[in-house]
């Protein structure tokens, strides 16, 4: 219970600082009846009031800081955008690798076992075995080398 009033107490906190940073909407300058002069952050109603600066920012200052904070999040976002890309990109090319290899590992040992036995078995399509003659089964032996050469480069 302890932590959890912990986590909860800078709430209050950062709900305050984010409405006072709208408070500071303007100064104004005003002379009463009496002589007095007066300053509020609202005019009088019903008198006319002078906006004084203040060393705050003034509203154009205000949009150029909006702007150049949105161009920075923009540029942020574009980088972002060509970091996931680059990522992307790189995992792709890793998967690439990964298949390429294991394709060169399949043809090697399809090759190896063409070349080591002489009496090798293939299913024909009408589903029956039959034992590979010599001469087919030479040409399987280089179609294998050909498919190991494609990609174990």
């Not at 303007?26 to 007066?38: E, L």
């Not at 589903?127 to 179609?143: F, K, L, N, S």
């Amino acid at each position: 219970m302890r932590d959890k009033t912990r986590s909860l107490l800078p709430l209050p906190l950062l709900t305050a600082l984010l409405l006072t940073t709208h408070a500071h909407a303007g100064v104004y300058k005003w002379t009463d009846a009496q002589g007095r002069v007066h300053y509020s952050d609202t005019p009088p109603p019903r008198q006319e009031a002078q906006r004084v600066q203040t060393g705050r920012t003034n509203e154009a200052e205000a949009a150029a800081a909006r702007r150049s904070l949105a161009d920075k999040l923009s540029e942020s976002e574009l980088r972002r955008k060509k970091l996931q890309e680059d990522e992307d990109k790189r995992k792709a090319e890793e998967e690439k690798q990964r298949a390429r290899a294991e394709h060169c590992a399949k043809a090697r040992e399809q090759l190896t076992l063409l070349q080591q036995n002489a009496r090798i078995g293939r299913i024909d399509p009408q589903g029956q075995r039959h034992i590979m003659g010599d001469a087919e089964r030479t040409v399987a032996i280089q179609e294998a080398e050909k498919r190991a050469d494609e990609f174990c480069r």
